[in-house]
C-alpha cells in the first residue's frame, strides 16, 4: 500500500509541475490521477487538519476570499483551493501540493452536488452554506435533491458547527433535520430592489403550503412564515439591522451580534456581496475571531480571481463578474441598474458542461429591467458560443439593437474591450465560467497578469 | 386587435426559461401590433379557460408537480377540456405537456392520475434524457424546430393525438418511437423547453395564427427573423 501511496503523489506531482509550466493551471487533473492510483489519498493527506468548508449555490468563490483574509488577518495557518477548483480532484490537489507545509487549517471551496462525497474524506469542523438558488439543472437535478444531497453530506461530520442563511427557507430546513450546532446569519430589512415576484421555493418544505413574507431580500430569501405548519425564519445571531450605504465601492451595514450593535463596511458594492460579507463574518464569528478583527477584514477585503476582478486594459477601468446561473446574474443586473455613471456591458455565454449545457436560463433573467438604466450603458457587446441566443434574449428584452454589437471571435472581443477608443468609461464583463477562463487566459497572456492559481 | 393568454401556475411551473415563450409570443404579437395581456393564473385562484386564446402550462419540479394536482382536479379538469375542445390555443410544456394526460407511472410503479385531456401517457425511468434535439414538423413550411430537452418521463401517444414533429436528433418523447411533443385540435405540445418559441419563429407564428384565426381571422405580417434564425441554425448545423 505504501508504494502505491507514494507512486501516487511522485506521479501527482509531476503532473502539477508539467501542467504549470505549460501554463495550464494544473489545478485538478493531479488529484483525479492520484485518486485513482491510491482512493484513501485524500483522506490520509487531511487527517488531523480541521477543514473550513464553504459551498452553496451562489457566492462560495467571494466568501471564500473573504474568509481568508479574515484568517491571514488572525494569523492562522491554512491552505486552501484558492484557484476554484471545488471538486473532488481539486481539493486532493490542494493536499498533494501542501503536503510538507505547516498548517492547521483547510480553507475549502466545495461544490454543492460534490459536498456528500468529499466529506467522507476530509474532517470538517466548520461549514458554511451560503444558500440554494436554481442553478444549472441539467447537472445538479431539482433544488430539493441538491438539498438532501447537502444534509446526507452533513452526517458525515458530526462534529462540524454549521453557519446557515437565515433568509433562506431550503436552508433553514437544514436545522430541523441535524443534530450540529448551527449559527445563523442574515438580513433584516429588505434590498432597495427586491423584485418579490421571483422565487425557487414558493411553498412550505414541510407541509407545501405558500409561504408568506414580511419582506423579501433577493428571489426567496426573507421573512418567510408558513401559515399552516409555522415553519419560519429564525432570528438570526448575525443579523443585519440596517443597510447604511450602498454605493458603487462598498456597503456600509449595522449588524447585531450577540445583543451588541456593530457597524462593518463590506468593502465590494451590490447587495448580494453583503451576504457573502456577513457569511464569512459568521464563520469568523464561529471560530471565535473577534469582531475587530473581523469587522477590518470585511472592510479591506480585496476582490478575487474572477466573481468580481478589477484591471486596467489600456486604461478602461474594467470589472469582470462571473454569472452563472438566473439568481446570480439577475442581482448583478439589479447592481448596474443602480449606477449613476456611463458604463459599457459585455456578455459572454458559453455552454459547455461546467456553464451548464443548457442556456434556457437567461430566459429566467429580468433582462428587462436594464431598461430602467439605459441611458447609462453606453453599449453592449455580445460574444461567446452561444453569442446569437444571448443576442436574441436581449431583442426580446426590447433594448435599443443600435446599442448592441455581436463580437463573433474571442480576438475581435479582446480588441474591443481593451480599447479606449471604444469603451471610453467603465465597463463591465459579465462571462459564464468556462468563458471567464478564456477571456482570463487570454488577458493574462496579452496583459501579464497574475497567472490565476497564485 | 389583442390576445390574452393565460399563464397557469406562474410560481411552479416556470423551470429552465419556459417564460422565454410567453416574451416570445408578446413581442411578436406586439410588433405586428396586436396588443397581448398575459394573466396569471396562481395555484388555488378560479380558472375560466374559455376566457383566454391562449393557454401556457410549463414545466415544473417533481415537487411543486404534487402540489399542482390537487389544485386542477374538479372544476379546473372540466374547464380545460370544455376549453380544449372549444378550440382555444393550448401550449404544454415538460410537465405541463405531461399535466394534460391520462397518467404518470413513476419508476417506483406509482400512477398518478392526470387530467385526461390527452390521450396520451408518460413512464418515468432514471435516466434522464438531456441535450440539444432537433425535430421536423409538418405545420411549418421545410422548416426545423430546434430545443433543449431534459426529461426522465416517456410519454406515449394514443391514437386521437398527432405528434408534433418527428426527431431528427435527440430523443423526443420516448426516446423509441421517433415522435415528438402532441398536437391534438389547437394544443400544442413540446419537450424542448426554455427558448422554443423564440428560437422558432415559424413555430411560435403558426401557434399565434391558430389563436388569432379563431377571433379575427387574419393572417400575421411577415417579421425580421434574421437573429432568430442565426440562433436556430447554431444548433441545426451543430446536430447535423
Ligand atoms: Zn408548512
Known amino acids: 500500500m505504501y508504494v502505491r501511496k507514494s507512486l501516487s503523489l511522485l506521479i501527482a506531482k509531476t503532473f502539477i509541475k508539467v501542467l504549470r509550466i505549460f501554463g ?13 492510483i491510491y482512493p484513501n489519498i485524500l483522506k490520509e493527506l487531511s487527517s488531523g487538519i480541521s477543514s473550513i468548508v464553504v459551498t452553496g ?14 484568517l491571514d488577518d488572525a ?7 484558492k484557484s476554484g477548483a471545488n471538486l473532488i480532484s481539486g481539493i486532493t490537489t490542494v493536499f498533494i501540493e501542501n503536503q510538507h507545509k505547516d498548517y492547521k487549517y483547510a480553507l475549502l471551496e466545495i461544490d454543492e452536488a460534490a459536498f456528500k462525497t468529499v466529506s467522507k474524506h476530509i474532517d ?27 444534509v446526507e453530506g452533513i452526517s458525515n461530520c458530526p462534529l462540524a458547527v454549521i453557519c446557515i442563511n437565515a433568509d433562506c427557507s431550503l436552508l433553514s430546513s437544514i436545522g430541523r433535520q441535524v443534530k450540529n450546532k448551527i449559527i445563523y446569519y442574515g438580513i433584516d430589512q429588505p434590498f432597495p430592489t427586491t423584485d418579490y415576484s421571483l422565487s425557487d421555493a414558493p411553498y412550505c418544505f414541510f407541509c407545501k403550503t405558500k409561504y408568506e413574507y414580511s419582506y423579501k431580500t433577493f428571489g426567496h430569501l426573507g421573512g418567510f412564515s408558513c401559515p399552516n405548519c409555522g415553519y419560519s425564519r429564525i432570528s438570526p445571531n448575525i443579523a443585519v439591522t440596517t443597510l447604511q450605504e450602498m454605493n458603487e465601492k462598498h456597503s456600509v451595514v449595522e449588524m447585531t451580534v450577540d445583543n451588541l450593535k456593530i457597524k462593518t463596511t463590506i468593502n465590494l458594492p451590490g447587495e448580494y456581496n453583503i451576504y457573502n460579507g456577513i457569511s464569512a463574518f459568521s464563520i469568523g464569528y464561529t471560530l471565535g475571531i473577534d469582531n475587530k478583527t473581523l469587522t477590518h477584514s470585511l472592510a479591506t477585503f480585496k476582490g478575487g480571481f474572477g466573481r468580481m476582478e478589477n484591471m486596467s486594459l489600456n486604461g478602461v477601468d474594467t470589472h469582470i463578474i462571473l454569472v452563472k446561473n438566473p439568481a446570480g446574474l439577475n442581482s448583478v443586473i439589479n447592481y448596474l441598474s443602480t449606477l449613476s455613471k456611463p458604463f459599457v456591458l459585455t456578455l459572454i455565454l458559453n455552454d459547455q458542461f461546467a456553464d451548464g449545457t443548457d ?27 452561444r453569442k446569437y441566443d444571448m443576442a436574441l434574449r436581449l431583442k426580446y428584452a426590447l433594448l435599443p439593437e443600435n446599442k448592441i454589437t455581436i463580437c463573433t471571435t474571442t480576438k475581435e472581443l479582446i480588441k474591443t474591450i481593451s480599447n479606449p477608443l471604444l469603451i471610453p468609461n467603465t465597463s463591465y464583463i459579465l462571462p459564464t465560467y468556462t468563458a471567464m477562463f478564456d477571456l482570463r487566459a487570454s488577458l493574462g497572456k496579452q496583459f501579464k497578469l497574475k497567472e490565476f492559481w497564485k | 386587435m389583442k390576445l390574452t393568454i393565460a399563464h397557469l401556475y406562474p410560481e411552479l411551473l416556470n423551470l429552465y426559461g419556459d417564460g422565454g415563450n410567453l416574451i416570445a409570443m408578446k413581442n411578436r404579437l406586439n410588433w405586428r401590433n396586436i396588443e397581448c395581456d398575459i394573466v396569471k393564473v396562481p395555484l388555488g385562484q378560479p380558472f375560466i379557460a374559455n376566457q383566454y386564446d391562449i393557454v401556457f402550462i410549463g414545466g415544473g419540479q417533481d415537487f411543486e408537480q404534487e402540489v399542482i394536482l390537487s389544485d386542477l382536479k374538479g372544476d379546473k379538469t372540466k374547464q380545460i377540456i370544455d376549453a380544449i375542445n372549444s378550440n382555444v390555443t393550448f401550449l404544454g410544456i415538460c410537465g405541463g405537456y405531461q399535466l394534460l394526460g391520462n397518467y404518470y407511472k413513476t419508476k417506483d410503479g406509482q400512477t398518478y392520475d392526470f387530467i385526461g385531456a390527452l390521450d396520451l401517457y408518460t413512464i418515468g425511468q432514471e435516466k434522464r434524457m438531456i441535450g440539444d434535439f432537433m425535430f421536423s414538423c409538418p405545420y411549418i413550411d ?19 393525438v398527432k405528434p408534433l414533429g418527428i426527431i431528427k436528433k435527440g430523443y423526443g418523447n420516448n426516446g423509441e418511437d421517433k415522435t415528438e411533443g402532441a398536437r391534438f385540435k389547437n394544443v400544442f405540445c413540446s419537450y424542448s423547453h426554455g427558448s422554443l418559441l423564440p428560437k422558432n419563429p415559424a413555430l411560435c407564428d403558426y401557434i399565434l395564427q391558430t389563436a388569432l384565426q379563431k377571433k379575427y381571422n387574419i393572417n400575421l405580417e411577415e417579421l425580421d427573423n434574421t437573429l432568430e434564425n442565426k440562433a436556430h441554425e447554431f444548433i441545426v448545423n451543430r446536430l447535423k
Open chain 1, 24 to 36: 495550464r493551471g494544473g489545478t485538478s487533473l493531479p488529484g483525479k490521477i492520484a485518486l485513482k
Open chain 1, 57 to 70: 449555490t451562489n457566492g462560495k468563490t467571494t466568501t471564500s476570499r473573504i474568509i481568508s483574509t479574515i
Open chain 1, 75 to 81: 494569523n492562522y495557518t491554512f491552505i486552501s483551493n
Open chain 1, 124 to 150: 470538517v469542523r466548520y461549514l458554511l452554506i451560503t444558500n440554494l438558488f436554481r442553478d444549472q439543472l441539467d447537472r445538479y437535478g431539482e433544488i430539493s435533491h441538491t438539498l438532501a444531497n447537502i
Open chain 1, 359 to 385: 442556456v434556457s436560463w437567461i430566459w429566467d433573467v429580468l433582462f428587462e429591467n436594464l431598461q430602467s438604466n439605459i441611458s447609462m450603458i453606453s453599449h453592449i457587446y455580445i460574444s461567446g458560443i
Open chain 2, 142 to 160: 421545410n422548416q426545423l424546430v430546434v430545443g433543449f430537452e431534459n426529461h426522465s418521463g416517456k410519454t406515449y401517444l394514443g391514437k386521437s
